[in-house]
């Protein structure tokens, strides 16, 4: 018995890390792409950063809460998958193309629109207004396309397949890169004139148009992918709504697309205040996030393989093996955070001056890295089990608990350290490390008590 049970968790482990290794991998290149676009961008000075950081939270409002509506097609795809049911699993793809459309050209319409003002809302100085807005509105011309990969990823991974995402996300970073050199600098000689490099000298434009060409690639090929993949093509499937199947999907994707856009929306809060503290604080901010997103992988690349296998139990009605997938994400996931903390804290300095030369900017950057980097390991708890709750379609729990923590410690105790107290980056830093304090503690809670899991008083 005790040699099934060592065999059931070493299989365990290997789907486990079979599952979240892409995932890690293709947010390693996304990050890297970041990476590689802020330092270029950040090489024409700190206005052009600021320019293209002053709009980067609205991105995330926008993304986030399409990733939030994929959550919904997850946990019922994989559920579907867990019980066997591949048909119900391919009408829900079918819903799931049907929601990329809806979304991806009203998303389209909202942002071009809005294009003009958003900088202004945001507080963005006036010198940088007309740069921040036409940037926005060049990245945002391909939202039907940034639909259809996030969601249509998400659809590929509830599947079990999270290599073809991957591999389509390394094609996107690719031409981001290779266009970003060609787009943003002017002609120039490389190899003390040996060879002429042909530039088109757009700058900031130019690093904008090469991520929505990019973006535009991405999502005609994750869309071809989707409709020839041998389980989960939607080909056949009713392109009308099918209410059986977008009820418990919007159910569940409902909770998580309140959590995430109000959140986002706190950080547009947040980063509205932490741009009206100058061009300092505005570049450090932007720089910090940037370095500090690559330290998340290990969590969120978890996470995605945690929500999928979750469903699948919850799908299978298995209470066992809900209990021994929590017994297993929770130490692999800490283990990796406190190496990322560690990571980070060493190697802050290092990595801000990747993207900034200004001795100002990079002292604030370090600073406000190694604060964060102390919080990681704790944080990554709560991305365990949020994502486990959300393979299993429990999302009002954490939606409650981020809305909380994001309005209620993070953006007032920002308010007040620095626009009542007129402190810096330093204090409103802190407050979001108390945010992901409060999301360990709440999401423990939740642990111990079992009303994470669906299936515990059967395990009992």
């Given at each position: 018995m005790q040699k099934k049970t060592s065999a059931n968790t070493e299989n365990m482990f290997f789907v486990i890390m079979s599952l979240a290794w892409p995932t890690m991998l293709e947010q390693l290149m996304q990050t890297a792409v970041q990476y590689i676009d802020t330092a270029m961008v950040g090489s024409l000075g700190t206005h052009a950063t600021a320019a293209v950081g002053a709009t980067t939270t609205v991105n995330w409002l926008l993304s986030s809460s399409i990733s939030a509506l994929s959550i919904g097609f997850l946990a019922y795809i994989a559920k579907s998958l867990g019980a066997g049911d591949r048909d119900l699993a391919k009408r829900a793809v079918g819903q799931a193309a049907l929601a990329v459309l809806v979304v991806g050209i009203l998303s389209t319409a909202a942002t071009l629109s809005l294009s003009g003002m958003i900088?202004?809302?945001?507080?963005?100085?006036?010198?940088?207004?007309?740069?921040?807005?036409?940037?926005?509105?060049?990245?945002?011309?391909?939202?039907?396309?940034?639909?259809?990969?996030?969601?249509?990823?998400t659809v590929l991974r509830a599947a079990g397949d999270t290599k073809t995402p991957m591999k389509i996300g390394v094609i996107v970073n690719v031409i981001n890169v290779v266009l970003n050199y060609v787009l943003i600098y002017p002609t120039h000689s490389v190899f003390g004139g040996a060879f002429t490099v042909p530039g088109a000298g757009m700058g900031v434009i130019g690093a904008a148009v090469a991520?929505?060409?990019?973006?535009?690639?991405?999502?005609?090929?994750?869309?071809?992918?989707?409709?020839?993949?041998?389980?989960?093509?939607?080909?056949?499937?009713?392109?009308?709504?099918?209410?059986?199947?977008?009820?418990?999907?919007?159910?569940?994707?409902?909770?998580?697309?309140?959590?995430?856009f109000g959140t986002s929306l706190g950080y547009v809060a947040f980063a509205s205040m932490i741009n009206s503290l100058g061009e300092v604080a505005a570049a450090a901010h932007t720089i910090a996030n940037t370095v500090e997103s690559a330290f998340y992988i290990p969590g969120y690349g978890m996470q995605t393989a945690a929500a999928t296998l979750a469903?699948?139990?919850?799908?299978?009605?298995?209470?066992?093996?809900?209990?021994?997938?929590?017994?297993?994400?929770?130490?692999?996931?800490?283990?990796?955070?406190?190496?990322?903390?560690?990571?980070?804290?060493?190697?802050?300095?290092?990595?801000?001056?990747?993207?900034?030369s200004s001795e100002d900017v990079i002292t604030l950057g370090t600073t406000v890295l190694r604060m964060v980097a102390l919080s990681e390991p704790f944080y990554g708890f709560s991305i365990i089990i949020e994502g486990m709750m959300q393979g299993v379609g429990r999302t009002r729990q954490p939606f409650v608990f981020n809305i909380a923590g994001m309005w209620l410690i993070?953006?007032?105790?920002?308010?007040?350290?620095?626009?009542?107290?007129?402190?810096?980056?330093?204090?409103?830093?802190?407050?979001?490390?108390?945010?992901?304090?409060?999301?360990?503690?709440?999401?423990?809670i939740c642990y111990i008590r079992g009303t994470w899991n669906p299936l515990h008083k059967k395990s009992c």
């Open positions: 900088p202004v809302w945001m507080q963005v100085k006036e010198g940088i207004r007309e740069t921040a807005s036409t940037y926005f509105f060049i990245l945002y011309t391909p939202m039907l396309f940034r639909t259809a990969t996030i969601i249509f990823g991520s929505a060409v990019a973006f535009a690639v991405g999502g005609i090929l994750i869309t071809v992918k989707l409709w020839t993949h041998p389980e989960v093509s939607p080909r056949g499937q009713k392109m009308t709504p099918d209410m059986q199947i977008l009820r418990p999907c919007l159910k569940v994707a409902f909770p998580n697309m309140l959590q995430r469903g699948n139990a919850y799908g299978a009605n298995d209470p066992d093996r809900m209990k021994r997938l929590a017994k297993m994400f929770i130490p692999i996931e800490i283990g990796l955070m406190i190496f990322s903390g560690g990571a980070l804290f060493i190697l802050a300095p290092s990595l801000v001056q990747i993207f900034s993070r953006i007032v105790g920002t308010f007040i350290c620095t626009q009542m107290m007129g402190m810096g980056l330093v204090s409103a830093w802190a407050c979001m490390i108390a945010h992901n304090m409060f999301l360990f503690v709440i999401f423990l």
